[in-house]
C-alpha cells in the first residue's frame, strides 16, 4: 500500500482511505455484519485512513468504527466530522465551541479511544466566525482528544481565515472525475498552505461505478432520492458519462470505479481518495485501482467524455447548497 503524510505533524496515510458513511444507511439499508468484515478487510489490506462523521447515522456509524476498530486502534488513523446537528428539516450548523466540545466528547466515547486522529469541522457555521471554532478545536489538539484539524466543504477565503488561527492540515470536500471545482482556488490554496485535499465521493455517489441506470429505484433513506444530479434529465445526461468511462474501463481491463480512482491519483500525492464502501467486494474493487496505470491518451480521452462543467444538476438540494463552499 502507498501512503502519504496529512501536513502538520499529521500521521502517515494510505493513499486510498476508505469513506463510512454508506455503512449505517445513507443509501439505503446496510448489513452492520458485512459493514464490520469490510473494515477489517481494509484494515488488513493495507488501508488505514478511516473516515466517519457524527452525524452519520446520528451515531451508529461511529460506534460501529468503535466496535470494530478499537482492538487495532494502533494501525489505524481515525478521522471524524462534527459541527451540524440533525433536525426534522435536515441538518443545520452547529460550530459554536461549546458545541464542538460536547461533540468531541461523545465521538471519543462512541469510537472507544482517547484521541481522534484527524478532527474535522464539517460545516461552517454562518452565526459563529470560523476562527472561534478553529480555535475550540486547537484547545482540543492543547488537551491531547485531538491531532490535527480539517474543514470540509469550505471556500478557500474561509480555509485562509481559518488556517491564520491554527494550521489546517487537510480539507475534505467532493472531487471527482465529474466534478471538479476544487480545481478552481481551493486545491491551489490548499497547496500554497501544505494542506493535503481528502476527496469523498470519488466515484460520484456511486454512479461512476455504472451500477446506478435511468431505471434504478433508490431505497428508503437514500441521499441520492433527493439529489438533483441523481434524478430525472440530470441522471440520464450524467449516465452518458458513466458509460463513456465505462468503455474506456473495458478497453483497459478494469472497472469504471477503478479508472475514476486512478484518474484521481494521477491529480497528486497531496489528494487522497476515500471511496465509501459498505461490501468487501466493493473494496476489493476499488483498491485494484492502485495497480492502474492511466497514460497520457487514456487522460486525454477521459478529458474528452467529460463535459467541461462535469456532471450535470447540482450535488445536493436547496437546503444543502446553503451549507457549502462558505
Known sequence: MRTTTLRFVGPEVSRLGLGCM?????????????????????????????DTGDFYGDGANEELLGRTLAPHRDRVVLTTKTGVRRTPDGLVPAGSPDALRRACEESLRRLRTDHIDVYYLARVDPAVPVEESVGALADLIAQGKVGCIGLSEVSAATLRRAHAVHPISAVQTEYSLWERHVEGDILPTLRD??????????????????AVR?????????????????????????????????????????????????????????????????????????????????????????????????????????????????
Open 214 to 326: 435511468a431505471t434504478t429505484r433508490y431505497e428508503h433513506g437514500d441521499f441520492r432520492a433527493t439529489a438533483p444530479r441523481y434524478n430525472g434529465d440530470n441522471l440520464r445526461a450524467n449516465l452518458a458519462i458513466v458509460d463513456a468511462v465505462t468503455r474506456l474501463a473495458v478497453a483497459k481491463g478494469a472497472t469504471p470505479a477503478q479508472v475514476a480512482l486512478a484518474w484521481l491519483l494521477t491529480r497528486g500525492g497531496d489528494v487522497v481518495p476515500i471511496p465509501g464502501s459498505s461490501r468487501r467486494a466493493h473494496l476489493r474493487d476499488n483498491l485494484a485501482a492502485l495497480d492502474l496505470h492511466l497514460t497520457a491518451a487514456d487522460l486525454g480521452a477521459i478529458d474528452a467524455a467529460v463535459p467541461t462543467g462535469g456532471a450535470q444538476g447540482a450535488r445536493y438540494g436547496d437546503h444543502g447548497i446553503r451549507m457549502i463552499d462558505r
Open 193 to 210: 498552505l501544505g494542506a493535503v485535499l481528502v476527496a469523498y465521493s470519488p466515484l460520484g455517489r456511486g454512479l461512476l461505478t455504472g
Open 22 to 50: 454508506s455503512m449505517t444507511g445513507s443509501y439505503g439499508p446496510a448489513d452492520p455484519h458485512e459493514a464490520a468484515a469490510t473494515l477489517l478487510e481494509a484494515l488488513d489490506s493495507g488501508v488505514t485512513l478511516f
